[in-house]
């Protein structure tokens, strides 16, 4: 049976192939301002203080899986309106549509679902920063691109490689710059 691959995972690979290959691959991790907000904001949401809205039921942590398609993780929060689930995913800093992130809630709806045995069809995105939610419905063309992203990355773990570096604007924002050096292949390149 081959290894389980965390949810987290899909969210790195399609932010970018590289940063998932660097993590889970090379096993390489540097926090920076965004990363260690984001181990805050965790933290803090898998206390539970106040969280509760009232007369409905909330899980905070909650392990999740799927067998089916071999994904494990763990929901921030769910919330269980009329016993389905209905997952919540914290982010830092502002309301912003980050398709990674998009995916990473998905991937968590498809593993609630197996583990509840019922449709789930939304969740959502909180932002702390700006204290506001992003629903998004789990439609089939973001169910497909889970799957798509978990064969690339099962075809990743089958032949390991460093995928090309973005070198684009997500590498603003990403904590392992100093690690991949995203502009050296485009020097290399324009060497050759
Ligand atoms: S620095 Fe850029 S290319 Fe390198 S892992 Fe991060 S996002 Fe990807």
Known sequence: MEEPVPISAIQHYAYCPRQYALIHIEQIWEDNLYTLRGHRAHAQVHTPEGMAREGMRVEYGLPLWSDQLGL??????????????????????????????TLQLTAQG???????????????????????????????????????????????????????????????????????????????EGLT
């Open 72 to 101: 494990v993780g763990q929901a921030d929060v769910v919330e269980f309106l009329e016993d389905t689930p209905y997952p919540v995913e914290h982010k830092v800093g502002e309301r912003r549509a980050r398709h990674a992130d």
């Open 110 to 188: 498809l593993c609630l679902e197996e583990m509840f045995s019922v449709p789930v069809r939304k969740g959502a995105l909180y932002y702390r920063q700006s204290r506001r939610r992003r629903e998004v419905t789990f439609t089939p063309a973001l169910r497909a691109e889970v799957m798509e992203v978990l064969q690339a990355i099962r075809t990743l773990q089958a032949h390991p490689a460093l995928p090309p570096p973005v070198n684009d604007a997500r590498c603003k924002d990403c904590s392992l710059v100093a690690a991949c050096l995203p502009q050296a292949r485009d020097r290399l």
